[in-house]
């Protein structure tokens, strides 16, 4: 208890026992701690170092235990003293720390006013990691993939904390097809159980994150990680990310604990649906897959498979057929991209909030 004021265990007993013993010499002590009498003259050496034990005038040869309130004050006021020190030199070192901060942000925006490359994922991750711990009040994010790896998930885990935990308003979207990875989808219900405001849409062409509206994160090349990342600052294109944002999280659909059910037009999945538009507007299978978050495997399955039930032939005889069964609507009729694909969400809805138990996620796997 005392060892934080320089007092060790042994010597706090010892002191104890010759305040509750005034009368007792070296053998006695040792004899009532169970130590030997060199050791006891150790411990009061030190206790005589702390100025808690004293000579006693009437026989010199022996210690006295001085007054608590007498003895503790001074080893109180020294610890304060020390104290009062570290806090002295934190303060200052938090001043060095901040100017340094400003001096490398001031020089970081005169380099890059509006963008700047990030080449490679550690430089990335390192960013994010900045931006993650500097966000106050919001975070938008889209989890294009689906499917997301074990390390990504575990690296990211902490920053979701962290941000949740300061109560930053964070809202994720993850592509439908994380219905079908078990890992991606206990990590989001994570999210969502811990804070986070998750939806899902049908397909999403790349990753976005945009902190407080005011910086955002876009890949240079979706379809390859390693070419980085660029960090846009200005106020148009971060407008432009975020209206782009709300558009899609205004036609999605909430994250659901089961996977989606199907729907109309042949009892096709939503991911059927998606896959089928995506055709009729003439997107290869690799396009196609890399929008929906799957294996081109995948697609390829899921393009035979929408054949086979058609009963066509070709790709653009699986579309006219979609169209005349009532599946998918003439061009003339159809709506954008972005709604057709809102429309492959798990629940069919579009935009609801989550109930009271629901929450946001950082998104920043």
Not at 241 to 255: G, P, R, Y
Not at 330 to 353: H, V
Request: proline content about 5%; overall charge negative; charged content about 25%.
């Amino acid at each position: 208890m005392f060892e934080s004021i320089g007092l060790r265990s042994d010597a706090a007993r010892l002191y104890r026992a010759i305040l509750d013993n005034p009368k007792y010499g070296v053998d006695q002590l040792g004899e009532l701690l169970g130590w030997s009498p060199e050791q006891v003259r150790g411990v009061l050496d030190e206790l005589a170092e702390l100025s808690l034990v004293r000579p006693s005038w009437e026989q010199p040869e022996t210690l006295l235990a001085v007054n608590p309130a007498v003895g503790f004050s001074s080893l109180l006021a020294r610890e304060e003293q020390e104290l009062l020190r570290r806090q002295q030199e934190l303060a200052a070192n938090r001043r060095a720390v901040m100017e340094l901060i400003e001096q490398h942000s001031r020089q970081r925006h005169l380099h890059h006013p509006e963008v700047e490359h990030l080449a490679g994922l550690d430089e990335v991750r390192l960013r994010i990691e900045e931006l993650a711990a500097a966000c106050e009040a919001e975070l938008m994010a889209f989890a294009p993939r689906g499917a997301q790896s074990r390390e990504a998930m575990e690296a990211s885990r902490p920053l979701d904390q962290a941000i949740l935990r300061r109560g930053v308003l964070v809202r994720t979207v993850y592509v439908q097809s994380i219905y079908n990875d078990s890992l991606t989808l206990e990590y989001a219900q994570w999210l969502s159980e811990a804070g986070a405001l998750v939806r899902t849409y049908g397909a999403l062409s790349q990753r976005l994150l945009i902190y407080d509206r005011e910086a955002a994160l876009v890949p240079v090349d979706p379809d390859e990680e390693s070419s980085g990342a660029l960090l846009v600052r200005g106020t148009g294109i971060v407008n432009a990310l975020c209206e782009h944002f709300e558009a899609v999280w205004d036609k999605s659909a909430e994250l659901s604990l089961s996977h989606p059910r199907r729907r109309g037009g042949d009892d096709l999945t939503p991911q059927q649906m998606a896959v089928l538009r995506l055709l009729a507007d003439g997107h290869t299978d690799e396009t196609i897959a890399r929008r929906l978050g799957v294996s081109l495997r995948t697609t390829r399955r899921i393009t035979a498979e929408l054949m086979q039930m058609l009963g066509a032939r070709s790709r653009f005889q699986a579309g006219v057929r979609a169209v005349e069964r009532g599946i998918l609507r003439s061009e003339s009729d159809r709506p954008d991209e972005d709604e057709q694909a809102a429309e492959t969400s798990p629940s069919g809805t579009r935009g609801r909030p989550l109930g009271p138990g629901a929450s946001p996620s950082p998104g920043v796997t």
